[in-house]
């Protein structure tokens, strides 16, 4: 499985973007898609998670601005970034825990990350 995320670009402080995440091939279950980042000379970090029961979570730095939403149907995840501040540039990271069949453990899978840029 691979996940393929696409919508980072460069974006002025204030502004907004919309991050996309879809998993390759058919999947048996989804417990958990989320989004982290990860800026130069820091550490990766959760920015929100989404259940496949529609529950959600976000960091405290991005509560109010982003807004996170999946379509389990097209196997994807999205995170809405409104509101974008210079601190929020980074890598983004699409992830999932899943299941790829009923008889295989869940597994966590990476995307390759997508930048997301903003200028003050």
């Known amino acids: 499985v691979q996940l393929q995320a696409s919508g980072g670009g460069l974006v002025q402080a204030g502004g907004s973007l919309r991050l996309s995440c879809a998993a390759s091939?058919?999947?048996?279950?989804?417990?958990?898609m989320g989004w982290y980042r990860q800026a130069p000379g820091k550490q990766r970090e959760l920015v929100a998670y989404?259940?496949?029961?529609?529950?959600?979570n976000y960091a405290d730095s991005v509560k109010g601005r982003f807004t996170i939403s999946q379509d389990n149907a097209k196997k994807s995840v999205y995170l809405q970034m409104n509101s974008l501040k210079p601190e929020d540039t980074a890598v983004y990271y699409c992830?999932?825990?899943?299941?790829?069949?009923?008889?295989?453990?869940?597994?966590?899978?990476w995307g390759r990350g997508t930048q997301v840029t903003v200028s003050s």
């Open positions: 992830n999932a825990d899943l299941k790829t069949n009923w008889n295989t453990p869940a597994r966590a899978y």
């Open positions: 091939r058919s999947i048996f279950r989804i417990n958990v």
């Open positions: 989404i259940t496949g029961s529609g529950s959600s």
